[in-house]
């Protein structure tokens, strides 16, 4: 069975930092394309950054410059790090995960999500 945990959510002034990370279980990470997702209230999920298996990473255009996204195969972890916290950026951001299947074609996993908040 897979699992996706996200951690790293909390409070921050607007201008500060954190680090979100998803660890993963159950699944050949390495295969996988993974992404951070977020959801404000009353929104639609957007996608916020992703990073294939090959490492290629694309971001929103709401978030370049100010977040990167990363992975570690060997910890089967994909991290998100968000500089630059600004009052759009408050979501609970979820970790996604797209698995190859041989018979199925591709399957989609979703973490739990971490609450992000910035107020001053």
């Known amino acids: 069975q897979v699992h996706l945990v996200e951690s790293g959510g909390g409070l921050v002034q607007p201008g500060g930092s954190l680090r979100l990370s998803c660890e993963t279980s159950?699944?050949?990470?390495?295969?996988?394309?993974m992404s951070w997702h977020r959801q404000a209230p009353g929104q639609e999920r957007e996608l916020v950054a992703g990073?294939?298996?090959?490492?290629?990473?694309h971001y929103a255009d709401s978030v370049k410059g100010r977040f990167t996204i990363s992975r570690d195969n060997a910890k089967d972890t994909v991290y998100l790090q968000m500089n630059d916290l600004i009052p759009e950026d408050p979501a609970v951001y979820y970790c996604?995960?797209?698995?190859?299947?041989?018979?199925?074609?591709?399957?989609?996993?979703w973490g739990q999500g971490t609450q992000v908040t910035v107020s001053s």
């Open positions: 990073i294939p298996d090959d490492g290629g990473a």
């Open positions: 159950g699944t050949i990470f390495e295969r996988n394309d």
């Open positions: 996604k995960a797209e698995e190859p299947d041989g018979r199925l074609g591709v399957l989609y996993y």
